[in-house]
């Protein structure tokens, strides 16, 4: 910690405090640069919102008024570097007591971030505030802890209904209903399939988590050090079977909810489920889509599929590679599912054809883990003191505008140590690209949600010819064939469309209506006018995890990171509206694309 570092930002802070207790927005904004961005997790804005330049970051202190200021500002820490000094500190204002980091240029704030960590009136039971968990003396209660846990089970959802009804149990609905358990938050998850983790027993044979072992945890309860660094799949359902036990939480497995709607009114929701045969009517106050980062699959419409006499079927839908040993399989896409598919059907003996249609973003896993990852998911940041909970903040703190500039040096890296690589499969024919901006696999995941591979092993396949390569359009199918627009013809006994998948509001179509999946618009992506992802630029992603246009209807997913950190916000949102706190939502993210 730099003696000047930390002295600068302690003056920085201090005129900031100052420029507060006078009142003066003006004042205040005028500490920031003329490029500067103000990123707020939930804790001044009620919102996940970016104000960007002094102009906007005015306007939203002036907006959300003294009771949302920082104050008790103090500095925990500072650094310099390249000009640049970063700075952590901590703050209360009215509801919340936060966390966040600065990043001062020439004396004035060029990034800034604000965390809400906890509301100041209900703290969770956490450390000193623990439950005892056991009465002592003559005259305590005959129920133990199964008692009074079976008889919860037993009437939750029927006698009491859930304050929050999360539609969605993989490792999303699961961490934010551990979240809402801890801060007291009536929650029930629902989910289709029989048990928790099943989402992830059911994928393909081969599937591994693509992420490291680092980025991954759950809230509360990380994963024991000698976890493997790739999860394979099965392992991870069992951990999300276990921790929804460990955590205590409602879950109802083998539950659809088939329809839903909402009562302004009454500010309530009527949600028909289906529960092992059995039709229920539930009745939460908010709804939460925790049905990951995707709609529902996406699967092309083409001439002669009603003729082919093999198997056809998405991605999300594949048995694994042993079903098709010696046969000739297509794989339509060229992105991460793609790639998986055709390895295993590879190794288990299939003939597999990969179809690209478009040019595909590659990054090997160790060169993404080395040069990415590695400077805050690694064992090597946990030696430096960066906890996955601070790497966290380290990353939110990046405003989505920049952040293509952090991360291109990175994958310009990327590019010069792996050239060897990638010039293997340009011989082979493939299509790379590194993003439209050169800005690599974050960004494109950020956002589209495709266009990528994190290679584990099939782009080497790719190159020796092992797995085959084939461009462009598909014109038709026969009985036996995948014809593309050039007139090649693809011989083939199975097809698998690994083609993606809809926007989340897709799912609000199907169980609420149309009407309300469009009013919410297209969920996911920042409006950066990129490839699939339209303009107008909106700074945060849309609608994921906050609140939108349809009053108590709340999307939440992304990949693991992503559903861990981002949870904490949405349940500190949630548990505020239970305990009938004020939450005036400051810049409520506008509708502009239904899909």
Partial sequence: MGDAALQGARDWFADLEAAFADGDVALAASLFGEESYWRDLASVTWNLHTAEGRGEIEAMLAAVGPDAWPRQLEVTGASEADGVTEAWYTFRNKAFHGKGLVRLREGKAWTFLSSAQGLNDFPEPSGPRRERGAEHGVNVSTQNWLDRRTARAESFGTEEQPYVLIVGGGQGGIGLAARLKRLGVPALVVDRHARPGDQWRSRYHSLCLHDPVWYDHMPYLPFPDHWPVFTPKDKMGDWLEHYTHLMELDYWPNTEATSASFDERAEQWTVSVTREGRQLTLTPN?????????????????????????????????????????????????????????????????????????????????????????????????????????????????????????????????????????????????????????????????????????????????????????SGQIDHLTEDAVVLDDGTRLEADAVVYATGYGSMNGWAARLISQDVADKVGKCWGLGSGTTKDPGPWQGELRNMWKPTQQENLWFHGGNLHQSRHYSKYLALQLKARLEGLETPVYALAQTHHTR
């Fill in 286 to 470: 908010h709804l939460v889509m925790a049905t990951g980062m995707s709609g529902l699959p996406s699967v092309p419409t083409l001439p002669g599929q009603d003729v082919f006499r093999g198997d056809q079927h998405h991605s999300s839908q594949h048995p694994g590679g042993a079903k098709y040993s010696g046969k000739k399989v297509v794989v339509v896409g060229s992105n991460n599912s793609a790639h998986d598919i055709c390895a295993d059907l590879w190794q288990n003996g299939a003939e597999p054809t990969m179809l690209q249609r478009s040019s595909t973003h590659i990054v090997k896993s160790d060169s993404l883990m080395e040069v990415v990852l590695g400077p805050l998911y690694s064992e090597e940041a946990l030696a430096n003191g960066i906890d996955h909970e601070t790497a966290d903040l380290i990353f939110a703190s990046i405003p989505y505008k920049v952040l293509p500039d952090f991360q291109r040096p990175a994958f310009d890296e990327i590019r010069e140590r792996d050239k060897e690589f990638y010039a293997g499969l340009e011989q082979a024919g493939f299509q790379l690209d590194f993003g439209d901006d050169d800005s690599g696999l974050f960004l494109k995941y950020l956002r589209r949600g495709s266009g990528y591979y994190i290679d584990i092993g099939a782009s080497e396949l790719i190159a020796k010819g092992a797995i085959r390569l084939a």
